[in-house]
């Protein structure tokens, strides 16, 4: 799954269950058994300020940070590979990212 991230993205979804539109692409999702995370700041000239978190569905107030405040410099990437996977059914997954990023699910 491939994903671009616009620039201020504050609570941008990147996995949920079921069907959802994200940049005006539909996807559907059954499982939040993912391996990796590949984020790469696509801004040529600003550093660009990461948080990966699960949302709680049923309570939004709830956050669990994966990682947060993560400074990516300009063309710099970060992979997530430990702790990754989710109980879809109970979380979702987001990111807020101060610049453009993409964003590579496996």
Same mark, same amino acid.
């Given at each position: 799954?491939? &994903?671009?991230? +616009?620039?201020? /993205?504050?609570? *941008?979804?990147? $996995?949920?269950? !079921? =069907?959802? %539109?994200?940049?005006? &692409?539909?996807?559907?999702?059954? /499982? !939040?058994? $993912?391996?990796?995370?590949? &984020? %790469?700041?696509?801004?040529?000239?600003?550093?660009?300020?990461?948080?990966? *978190? +699960?949302?709680?569905?049923?309570?939004?107030? #709830?956050?669990? =940070?994966? &990682?947060?405040?993560?400074?990516?410099?300009? !063309?710099?990437?970060?992979? +997530?590979?430990?702790?990754?996977? *989710?109980?879809?059914?109970?979380?979702? +997954?987001? $990111? #807020? /990212?101060?610049?453009?990023?993409?964003?590579?699910?496996?």
């Amino acid at each position: 799954k491939y &994903i671009n991230v +616009l620039q201020n /993205s504050n609570g *941008f979804t990147l $996995i949920k269950s !079921g =069907f959802y %539109t994200a940049n005006s &692409i539909t996807y559907s999702q059954e /499982s !939040g058994d $993912i391996t990796s995370i590949l &984020i %790469t700041n696509t801004d040529d000239s600003n550093n660009n300020e990461i948080d990966v *978190f +699960l949302e709680d569905i049923n309570d939004t107030s #709830n956050d669990y =940070f994966i &990682i947060k405040n993560v400074i990516l410099p300009p !063309g710099a990437s970060i992979l +997530l590979e430990d702790n990754v996977s *989710f109980d879809i059914k109970k979380y979702c +997954l987001k $990111i #807020n /990212s101060s610049h453009t990023a993409t964003v590579i699910i496996k």
